[in-house]
């Protein structure tokens, strides 16, 4: 016998789109679920970028002070150095928004911060360790999901379910959604290197000799990406990891000492870079946001951004229809209207870096790379880093939070049961 449970909306993965949609939810007085199927939410370096626009969704929340409270380390600008140039590519202290940087933020104080807040709320519960393994259609349209949970197996109906669980979710295919493949080039391979108290303080690309390093100061830490040309994880690793380490120590020769710490391939994680997008990102009774809707190129960092401006949207739209039961496929539609542009806009300029940088980089092998014409500009022009700074911690639509809080259920209450029938 299964668990039965109902509620108004329910959303399937407790990543940054999910769990703020599941706050914002709660906050404007849906019943909502959120579904996450890890027992917590540390997992392994997934982008801990936390941008200027989602620290302003904080701000707008009242949650920002606290926020910031939680340790992390404040980036103003971002810098890449090619072929021995070094160029300010995004200056983010003119931007209009409260917090003129990115914060560096492991993902799980991000996500534990929200939960917190959203646990607040007598209508949110969070529901870990729990996998949604199936959507449950009646009559043409998608009325909840069957889902694993610690105690067996739990059936959800809802008015809505969001599919906000990343860029392998299989609800997509099950709701038989077509998904747009764009490609990459390349491939990430990420590791951590210890930080020393004199390192330069700042996040730094590096494109030299065929290769391209992404180093972000994780505070104690430097988190490294290692650029390699999609599909040559094996070629990479057959050279061993003495050819692994000398090639970035050719590039930092600061770090080569600190290589030794990279012991053996576990230490080494690869994150397969890929584009794409669902054509269409709703059914009846079906949505999905973030990479579930649309994954993004690692270019920029900006895919917890979108997830989050896309749960902002998608809350924005759905909330007041769903309290008073007149929720329709219409609004569904509104949300992809409101969201695709910016994301294919967004991917179309991933794309274009991708072609002209990267691809490039990673083709001359021995070469010192020219500095590309738009970095070129840059240098020569530096009112234009503000266009990349707006690009990557605003985005190209900024979503502002419309739904209000409804007043007076808020509450200290931790875990507040949904109602089980
Ligand atoms: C190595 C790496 C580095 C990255 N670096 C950056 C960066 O620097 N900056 C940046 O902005 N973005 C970065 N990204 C991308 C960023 O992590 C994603 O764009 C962002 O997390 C998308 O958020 P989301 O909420 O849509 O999905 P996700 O963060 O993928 O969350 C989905 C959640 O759903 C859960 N889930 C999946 N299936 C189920 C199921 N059936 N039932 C229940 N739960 C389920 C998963 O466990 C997960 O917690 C990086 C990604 C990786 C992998």
Redesign the pocket.
Known sequence: MSEKVSVECCV???????MLLGLLLARAGVQVVV????ADFLRD?????VHPSTLEVMHQLGLLEGFLKLPHRRVYELRVRVGGTEVTVADFSHLPTKCRFIAFMPQWDFLNFIATEARRYPSFTLRMR???TGLIQEAGAFVGVRAQGTDGPVEIRASLVVG????Q?ELREEAGLEIESLGAPMDVM?FRLSRLPDDAPQAMGTFDRGRILILLDRGEHWQVGYVIPKGSLEQVRGAGLDAFRESIARLEPFARERLREIQSWEDVKL?TVRIDRLRQWYRPGLLFI???AHA?S?VG?????L?VQDAVAASNIVAEPIRQGRLTTDHLRSVQRRRELPTRMTQRLQILMQDQIVRPTLAAREGRPRLPAAFRLLVHVPLLRRVPAWLIGVGLRYERVRTPAVVGIRTEEVGVPVTIE
């Open positions: 399937v993965g407790g990543g940054p789109g999910g579904l996450e199927k890890h370096f997934r982008g801990d970028t729990t996998e949604a906000a669980n990343g860029r979710s990420w994150l973030g990479d579930a993004m690692p960092g900006v895919g917890i951004n997830a």
